[in-house]
Structures are given as C-alpha cells and as structure tokens.
C-alpha cells in the first residue's frame, strides 16, 4: 500500500520561497505521474503541478512561472520549489498519485493516492 509524506510546508511573507517534499513507500514510484493540488477553506481541491513518470510537466495558469514540480526517482520523492509567493497561495498542500501513469490528470478524481497535507501560509 501506497505512503505519501510531505514535509516542507510553513509561514512565509509575500514574495518569499518554500520547497515542498513529497516521500514515497510502497509504489512503483517510478512509473506513477505525480501531483500537487492545494486547497484552501471553504474551496475546492485544485490542481497545481503533475510531473510524468518521463519528467513532463504541467502547471495551473496561477502558478506558471513561479513554482517547479521535479521528481528523484532514487529517492522516490516529488517536491514543488514555490517562488514569488502570493497570499492567494496559501492553502493545504498536497501530494497525488496516479499510478496509471497515462494521460495526465489536472483533477483530484484522477488521482489514486493522496498524502496528509502540509498547510503554506503567504503572509501580505
């Protein structure tokens, strides 16, 4: 069975830096597509990276450019380098699965496996 662990979540101001780290056990790491959705209270779950078990990558608009999903397969870890970071960005982090490894997934339904969460908090 499937363990998902992040780690690296915290408060930082506005314009600030956070790198998010996602562990893995008991997966096929290497074949999976891997994710980042955050949810913040009262929204949905929304998707902001995925990272192919070949190394593509896609990213939410809001992000583009500023946050960079990459994976080491040695260490079956994903992480999300968040630079410039905005208020707007703060949220419960988390890491997703989908073991498929097909056609990549920009919604939660899609994902297989999901970690605890880190909560981000930007501060204005």
């Known amino acids: 069975q499937v363990q998902l662990v992040e780690s690296g979540g915290g408060l930082v101001q506005a314009g600030g830096s956070l790198r998010l780290s996602c562990a893995a056990s008991?997966?096929?790491?290497?074949?999976?597509?891997m994710a980042w959705f955050r949810q913040a209270p009262g929204k949905e779950r929304d998707f902001v990276a995925v990272?192919?078990?070949?190394?593509?990558?896609a990213y939410a608009d809001s992000v583009e450019g500023r946050f960079t999903i990459s994976r080491d397969n040695a260490k079956n870890t994903v992480y999300l380098q968040m630079n410039s970071l905005k208020p707007e960005d703060t949220a419960v982090y988390y890491c997703?699965?989908?073991?498929?490894?097909?056609?990549?997934?920009?919604?939660?339904?899609?994902?297989?496996?999901w970690g605890q969460g880190t909560q981000v908090t930007v501060s204005s």
């Open positions: 997703a699965r989908d073991r498929r490894g097909g056609v990549i997934q920009t919604i939660w339904r899609g994902y297989d496996s």
């Open positions: 008991g997966s096929t790491f290497s074949s999976d597509h």
């Open positions: 990272i192919t078990w070949n190394s593509r990558t």
